[in-house]
């Protein structure tokens, strides 16, 4: 495989992202995709990244609108088809999250359709960020120039503006995770929350899985462990980080939200192994975990 065409690759980094030590070694080879891709992980901090990664063109061609629609081999499922469904999990969220910020402004980072946006709008006074001109345009047709399309760094929002800032599946997708930390950090109001979901590469189901694990994606630059995002959070001037493994809301969300897909009353067999997959994921201490979610809530406090 020619990971040095100049079309597909960037030229590859010789110290990791995260941490800048040099100490970094080659993880997997992720062959079952076109363009293929490798991933490296840092022996200092255990970041895992793309290297080399894909071209700034490379890139874009994932984020087709056949990506949104989710007919693309790499895809995104459409949220609008499932958006009643996907309410039961957004609504148990915003639960808890209005444990940490009650009212104020919100942003959506990765909006996608709005749909997050949408449910959260009983709550707050909602905004996103969306780099797709598809789906974004889609949510700028709720919510007009609320909705930037466009990226962390070059969006028009004021330091301190947001209460609630959210990256559900987002952080796993940018080449600079650390700039985008410490960008929300920026944006957020003291006592305001950062909630950041992505796979915890640490847990025993993605270390098993290896080159398997299906959280490796060509979308996918940035892969972490509870451990060194918690270090980036509070890095980035975050003073206090909760995580929750698999996420922060119970089973039965989860339950309601799979009925979407569902097309006869056998689909509920499903059911056993989400509750089971539920289960093990209860199962973690300190830095061990049978499975690979989380979620993680980091909170500005005022100095």
Known sequence: MDFGDPAVYERPLS??????????????????????????????????????????????????????????EYSYFDEREAERYARYVWDARLRVMGRYARGGNFLDVGAAFGGFMNAASTRYSVYGIEPSEYSGGEAKKRYGERVHIGTLEDHPFESGFFSAITMIEVIEHLADPAGAVRECFRLLRDGGVLVVQTANMAGRQARLRGERYEYFMPGHLSYFTRKNLTGLLHKSGFSSVDAYLPVEFGLLPKLLKSRYSFKSIADYRSWIRIALYHLKSSVHFGDFALTSSMVLYAVKHAK
Not at 51 to 70: Q, W
């Open 15 to 72: 110290a990791c992202p995260l941490c800048t030590s040099g100490d970094i070694a080659r993880l997997h080879e992720i062959s079952r995709f076109s363009p293929p891709f490798r991933v490296d992980r840092c022996e200092s901090c255990e970041f895992i990244f793309m290297n080399p990664r894909f071209t700034e063109r490379t890139v874009r061609a994932l984020y087709s609108e056949d990506y949104y629609r989710g007919t693309a």
